[in-house]
């Protein structure tokens, strides 16, 4: 079990426990002590005490006899932001474990994954010049001036990985740079205009350069604002001025372009469509309410689906068998059989 304390701690970061949490979970049959030496490779447990810990962190057996398939390259996410570090660590396990198979699957089909920046890198110090930023990769892009369809699997297109985890409500969305190649990585259960969003602000953070004077978080949010909504767009749906916005016609362009409608309304107010202090009542309306639920949804489909792709090819291919893809997928073996059998 040569690996078996990086795989142990692996693990034990995912649940997002500490090694008394996990001595805790084990009834504390295992001891704090233990485990920091199992996480060291300083000893080795017995069979007993190997499926003690395979039942606390609900993993078979083998999850600790098997090696990483794929040596990641080191990588950071450089905010913290709101979310507990805990929480962090737990979620950086998780994309090390989905990104390991990413990269393993491009290197079985011969894969290299390129990415180029089309914009130049000159400072973008205010939120008016995110806005013209956000128009010009639009246009290098040749993505038009209406919804875009699926944030994520464009993205994608573009050479950006993207990964979707579990993770807790608190988190939103990181990413970090892997061997120049972006990746993004999305929490899978939040709303699809919010995945949206965040898809395009992390975009922000990745490509932008932005002065350490300038604020940051502003300017991410209207780069991400003026791609949903770009140039004169969302003059032509609410008009050059106005004193209050119901809340039906702000669901109505949630519906349509895929963007919270917060989102909108703070597009609104730096577009000067309407003045900050008439929008209060809103924003209160919303503090208890992070996804909007119950206020609309955008309906098209938001998913990364480049993995998913690449595992079936290799399937169909027969470079790897249908357990491995069953590893690999989190999919029941019996589930990817009936897919091949389609053909």
């Not at 990415?115 to 000159?122: E, V, W």
């Not at 309407?274 to 924003?283: C, L, Q, R, S």
Request: with cysteine.
């Amino acid at each position: 079990m040569q690996h078996f304390g990086e795989r142990l701690k692996a693990a034990r970061k995912i649940k997002g426990w500490s090694l008394q949490d996990l001595a805790n979970q084990t009834a504390n049959s295992i001891t704090k002590q233990a485990l920091s030496k199992y996480e060291a490779d300083l000893m080795y447990p017995s069979r007993k005490i190997l499926l003690l810990l395979s039942a606390a962190l609900g993993v078979k057996p083998g999850y600790f006899e098997g090696q990483p398939a794929f040596k990641l390259p080191a990588f950071e996410f450089p905010r913290k932001g709101h979310v507990p570090s805990k929480q962090i660590d737990s979620i950086k396990e998780k994309v090390k474990s989905v990104l390991e198979r990413y990269l393993q699957t491009e290197s079985l089909l011969n894969m290299t994954v390129r990415f180029s920046n089309p914009l130049k890198p000159f400072p973008v110090n205010s939120e008016a010049g995110a806005a013209q930023v956000a128009v010009k990769l639009l246009d290098k892009w040749d993505l038009g001036r209406g919804p875009i369809h699926n944030i994520a699997g464009m993205l994608e297109e573009k050479g950006v990985r993207m990964i979707e985890v579990d993770a807790p409500v608190t988190f939103d969305a990181l990413s970090a740079w892997i061997d120049r190649v972006p990746l993004i990585v999305l929490h899978q259960d939040r709303p699809a205009d919010i995945k949206r969003y965040h898809a395009l602000y992390e975009l922000g953070q990745l490509l932008l350069t932005i002065p350490d004077d300038a604020d940051r978080d502003r300017i991410c949010q209207t780069f991400a604002a003026s791609m949903l909504l770009p140039g004169d767009t969302l003059e032509s749906l609410l008009g050059n001025k106005r004193t209050t916005i119901a809340p039906g016609e702000l669901m109505g362009i949630k519906e349509q372009y895929g963007l919270p409608m917060q989102v909108i309304l703070k597009h609104a107010i730096f577009k000067e469509i309407i003045d900050k202090k008439e929008t209060g009542a809103f924003f209160r309306m919303l503090a208890d309410n992070k996804d909007e639920a119950g206020l609309g949804q955008y309906t098209g489909q938001e998913r990364p689906g480049r993995l998913d792709r690449m595992i079936r090819r290799l399937m169909a291919e027969e470079v790897i068998p249908v357990g491995k893809a069953e590893a690999i997928t989190g999919i029941p073996e019996a589930a990817l059989k009936r897919q091949l059998e389609v053909f």
